[in-house]
């Protein structure tokens, strides 16, 4: 069974910036992809950002990737998302979330609260 685990968010003031990161344990192998989303107060979850896990490849949304870097360490099975300038906006849950053979978001960790204060 694979596990997801984020760590490193929190309050902040706008402007500053954060950094996201997800350990994958468990069930180990070389996912498809991995991603980070995220869910504000009484909106859906959407996608930030993802990986291609073999070739590195990624893609954002939102035209978030002037503001944010995903990235990842495959030694470590962990995923980064690097949040910079970052805005009241941003305000919300992030979670990362696994796809591990290129047939949809499988796996997802618990979830981590960012809130940005103005």
């Known amino acids: 069974q694979v596990q997801l685990v984020e760590s490193g968010g929190g309050v902040v003031q706008a402007g500053d910036s954060l950094r996201l990161s997800c350990a994958a344990s468990?069930?180990?192998?070389?996912?498809?992809?991995m991603g980070w989303f995220r869910q504000a107060p009484g909106e859906q979850r959407v996608q930030v950002a993802s990986?291609?896990?073999?070739?590195?490849?990624?893609y954002y949304t939102f035209s978030l990737a002037d503001r944010f870097t995903i990235s990842k360490d495959n030694a470590k099975n962990t995923v980064f998302l690097q949040m910079n300038n970052l805005k009241p906006e941003d305000t919300a849950v992030y979670y990362c979330?696994?796809?591990?053979?290129?047939?949809?978001?499988?796996?997802w960790g618990q979830g981590i609260q960012v809130n940005v204060s103005s």
């Open positions: 990986i291609n896990w073999s070739t590195g490849s990624t």
């Open positions: 468990g069930q180990t192998f070389d996912f498809y992809a």
């Open positions: 979330g696994a796809d591990p053979f290129s047939r949809g978001w499988e796996h």
